[in-house]
């Protein structure tokens, strides 16, 4: 059966908010692996320069506590900003076969992925209420996705014998 030019394109499926929120799960493992690598070479660093007794912990809230958790947060940005460019998706997002996308369907930009990541880290800090969001809004679409003009699709599967 053909598509008539009046017949708008078949739009691929929104994904469920619950594949999103696991995918988010599941990537926390590699994400608190970065983390601990970060502050593996942060606490050697500054314990090498002599800024930092390997004996004590860092201060709370103090200006470098601050300062890792800013490093922690932009390699956090790093990782899902270069999975989303490289594959579409992160390792979460694989097994329940989600990617973003721009809003065309095309490729999203370096820009609109950065943007995608700042509003979706306001929307955890909001306990999740962007995220939430996406149950109520007409085309299940969360705050990151409107604010960054992006999307998340979710693959058919595949057939065959490979899939």
Known sequence: MTQD???PPA?????WIGWRCLALVYDLWPVLALWLLLS???TAAFTFLGHHDPHENIAPLSALQIVL??????LT???AVLSWRTGGQTLGM??????VRA?????????????????????LLAGGLGFWWAWV??????????????RMVREPKRSGPSA
Do not use: K, M
């Open 77 to 79: 940005g790093l990782y």
């Open 40 to 42: 593996a070479a942060f």
């Open 69 to 74: 958790w800013i490093g922690c947060w932009l």
């Open 103 to 123: 809003r065309d369907g095309g490729h999203a930009s370096t820009r609109a992925l950065w943007l995608r990541f700042g509003v979706a880290t306001v929307s």
């Open 94 to 99: 694989r097994p329940w076969r989600l990617r």
């Open 5 to 7: 030019s009046t017949t």
């Open 137 to 150: 809004d007409r085309e299940r679409l969360t705050w990151h996705d409107r604010a960054s003009g992006t």
């Open 11 to 15: 739009r691929p499926p929104r994904p």
